[in-house]
């Protein structure tokens, strides 16, 4: 996709007003932003609210072999929100953002992993920039959340409130960690292609408790070790790991050779329509038929585009989905970064200018039956909430009352991994009071 289309191609912005829209006058437009460098540039989709101060910015991250479409639920009901702008992004290189040519060059293989990421994450700090927002909440989902916890962790200082929806890449594997290219013998990745939308939107998972399933439970991290206990897993509570099954060797094999499900759906010409709508049937049965149609018509719009950003998650996830460099390693660190004056982690700005975040609220969204692992949630709850208690023990009664740092774990009702599809209406009110949340702590300070 060309990113110097002429302005006439773009889509006008569409406005309502308060009369046929009760929560109006509001602005939906759509836009190619152009980054620094040959053919780099983010599609982004906003609403905006008219007429009244615009305080606060959510920004919304799809996940892999998705597009911000995915998020046609949320959009309107984010939007109701008092004072603030919802932006959502498609990735660089996914969704209808330009496709540069993905490469790695370091032969080191965290340095592969960390080249990985920031192809990502700098596309989306330079987009803040030239958006000139300073701070705002960040949600992302599946992969989107993997990569939002990596720009909080480089970029810190800009984040109000961090949310992560079925975030990947949490949960500990010893073969994805040890091994250049692991060869795992099961994972649940094959869910997200195989489960069927009535075991999710239908079905209860009888292992989380009630409680948890609205507002969280007080010992959340203690069910998630029973549960782990239970599947025949370490009791380690750092290291969680994801329920396996059987992982087929054809996908294995893909993996390892970096060839993408995309791919099939490339070479596959004309066939291609029926293998996208033989996952999207399956996993969006729920959806009234129109929408399930649209759906599939822009899942594959998406699919059949140029390799790009896709290639990069052979170098960032193990075979099964599960990271090369989990998140519960590094995600307490989150909200806990030295920054400078001006923002900068680099800053040759002598130490004693420097200052630690005082903390970010993080939230988690899980689906009830989400393939998921939920116990990856938890844990990653509890080494949020211990980090804040080692670092708030040596400090003064001030520092104290102005440390925003939170973590916690809730689950979203009769929903799988796409929480925000399946639930979308619970989705919604969680996400507006996480929201209005910000707004009064804003006010507060």
């Given at each position: ?165 079925s975030p990947v890449g949490i949960p500990e594997d010893p073969y994805a960690v040890n091994a250049e ?45 029973s549960k782990s206990q239970k599947s025949g897993q370490s009791d380690d509570n750092t290291t969680p ?205």
């Amino acid at each position: 996709m060309s990113v110097h289309d002429a302005p006439e191609k773009e889509a006008p912005p569409v406005r309502t007003n308060s009369i046929a829209d009760p929560f109006g006058p509001r602005q939906w437009n759509s836009q190619m932003v152009k980054l620094n460098g040959k053919n780099r540039a983010l599609n982004e989709f906003s609403v905006e609210r008219l007429g009244e101060a615009q305080d606060e910015n959510l920004v919304m991250l799809h996940g892999y072999g998705a597009g911000l479409g995915f998020f046609y639920k949320n959009f309107e009901g984010l939007s109701r929100v008092p004072g603030w702008k919802v932006y959502a992004l498609d990735m660089l290189g996914m969704g209808r953002s330009s496709r540069p040519p993905f490469r790695v060059h370091s032969k080191d293989r965290q340095q592969s992993i960390t080249d990985a990421e920031n192809w990502f994450i700098d596309a989306l700090e330079e987009w803040r920039v030239k958006k000139n927002i300073d701070r705002f909440t960040l949600l992302g989902h599946s992969l989107g959340g993997y990569m939002a916890v990596c720009y909080a962790l480089k970029y810190p200082g800009h984040l109000k409130k961090l949310v992560l929806a079925s975030p990947v890449g949490i949960p500990e594997d010893p073969y994805a960690v040890n091994a250049e290219m692991p060869d795992p013998s099961a994972s649940t990745l094959t869910n997200e292609y195989t489960q069927d939308e009535e075991a999710v939107t239908e079905g209860s998972n009888p292992k989380i408790p009630d409680a948890a399933k609205t507002a969280g439970d007080n010992n959340n991290f203690l069910n998630a070790r029973s549960k782990s206990q239970k599947s025949g897993q370490s009791d380690d509570n750092t290291t969680p790991s994801a329920p396996r099954k059987p992982l087929p060797k054809w996908l294995t094999y893909l993996w390892d050779a970096n060839i993408s499900p995309f791919s099939i759906v490339r070479w596959a010409g004309p066939l291609g329509p029926r293998f996208v709508s033989g996952w999207t049937s399956r996993r969006f049965s729920h959806l009234p038929p129109e929408e399930a149609q649209a759906l599939h018509t822009y899942a594959y719009s998406l699919f059949k585009q140029r390799g790009s950003g896709e290639y990069a998650l052979a170098y960032i996830l193990a075979p099964g989905a599960f990271a090369r460099s989990p998140l519960i390693r590094r995600i307490h660190g989150v909200g806990r970064q030295m920054i400078t004056p001006n923002g900068s982690t680099t800053s040759s700005v002598a130490e004693a200018e420097r200052r630690r975040e005082n903390g970010i609220p993080v939230v988690l969204l899980y689906g009830e039956n989400d393939w998921m692992d939920i116990a990856g949630g938890y844990a990653a709850e509890q080494k949020m909430n211990e980090e804040r208690e080692r670092i708030l023990a040596s400090v003064t009664t001030k520092e104290r009352e102005d440390d925003r740092g939170s973590a916690k774990c809730l689950i979203i009702k009769k929903a799988g991994h796409h929480v925000y599809l399946d639930g979308w209406e619970e989705f919604n009110e969680v996400m507006r009071k996480e929201m209005t949340d910000v707004s009064e702590q804003s006010r507060d300070r």
